[in-house]
């Protein structure tokens, strides 16, 4: 069987802490056959609790290199997010969730953001609580990732 990318091992080879025999190296006699046949019944019997001993070690080695290669693919994925962070106080828009409703007075010109929205306070995680102007907050957290820094408009009318 093929080796897997993340454990560098086959799975039939973690379960079973050997490797598969397929039916054609029975027929053809291949060389873990061969060197099979050629051992006593009480050699192959310790052989193969030799095998089962190192059967833990094998999965050990397999959890540390699955564990190495999520390491790998986060740091890959890291490298392209871009985190919003805000503070307490911050203005915000919010954007209009669940996304793709739209309004059918607007069709496809509805807004996609709405507010602005004051941030009330941080929640571990990205996540914060908005509250309105007036100071109603809201009942849950919002990921960061669904909010933007609100810029007041700075246009004076003359």
């Not at 598969?20 to 050699?43: H, M, N």
């Not at 193969?48 to 190495?68: C, F, P, T």
Request: charged share 25%; proline share 5%; with cysteine.
């Amino acid at each position: 069987m093929a080796c897997r990318g993340a454990t560098k091992v086959s799975p039939y080879q973690l379960v079973y802490g050997q490797d598969t025999v397929l039916p054609w190296e029975i027929k053809t006699g291949s060389r873990q056959i061969i060197s099979q046949d050629q051992l006593t019944a009480d050699d192959y019997t310790t052989l193969m609790k030799d095998v089962l001993e190192d059967l833990a070690g094998h999965r050990l080695r397999a959890l540390i290199s699955i564990e190495e290669n999520k390491k790998r693919v986060a740091k890959w994925y890291d490298k392209r997010v871009k985190s919003k962070e805000f503070a307490d106080g911050d203005l915000v828009w919010k954007l209009i969730l669940p996304i793709g409703t739209k309004s059918s007075k607007f069709g496809k010109w509805s807004p996609n953001w709405e507010g602005p929205y004051r941030i009330s306070r941080s929640t571990p995680g990205n996540a914060y609580i908005l509250e309105t102007l007036e100071g109603v907050e809201f009942p849950r957290a919002l990921n960061g990732k669904y909010l933007n820094k609100y810029y007041p408009s700075t246009w004076v009318d003359a």
